[in-house]
């Protein structure tokens, strides 16, 4: 089975933008902290202080997810190209959305740590 939406300029520029936004996040997680030995933080509130501590293992997790996440909106959307074109489109850009989030959340742990 070829893939329908290689044809199709948008869904091919939106799911490579995607995975390249998530592969730039996995690199400056791991050029950033990729050596570090010590729990990272992950959520830390103002007022309690740090409340929820992670390895590189699961920062390494949350990349894994949004790759799976992406891969099956890919699949989704290769499998409905011809049946509901906009359905397509929507998750496309939710893959582009999911790995935009995740570029954040990847900053963000790098900025608190």
Do not use: C, W
């Amino acid at each position: 089975m070829a893939l329908n939406i290689i044809k199709d300029k948008y869904l091919r520029v939106v799911e490579g933008l995607s995975l390249l936004i998530l592969l730039l996040a996995a690199a400056i997680f791991y050029l950033k902290l990729g050596q570090t030995a010590t729990p990272l933080i992950i959520h830390f509130e103002a007022d309690k202080g740090v409340d929820f501590l992670a390895g590189r293992l699961q920062i390494f997790g949350i990349l894994i997810s949004g790759l799976t996440i992406i891969l099956i909106n890919l699949f989704l959307a290769d499998f409905l190209y011809f049946r509901e074109r906009f359905l397509s489109y929507i998750l496309s850009f939710t893959g582009l959305l999911v790995s935009v989030l995740i570029l954040i959340a990847i900053a963000v742990i790098i900025s608190v740590n």
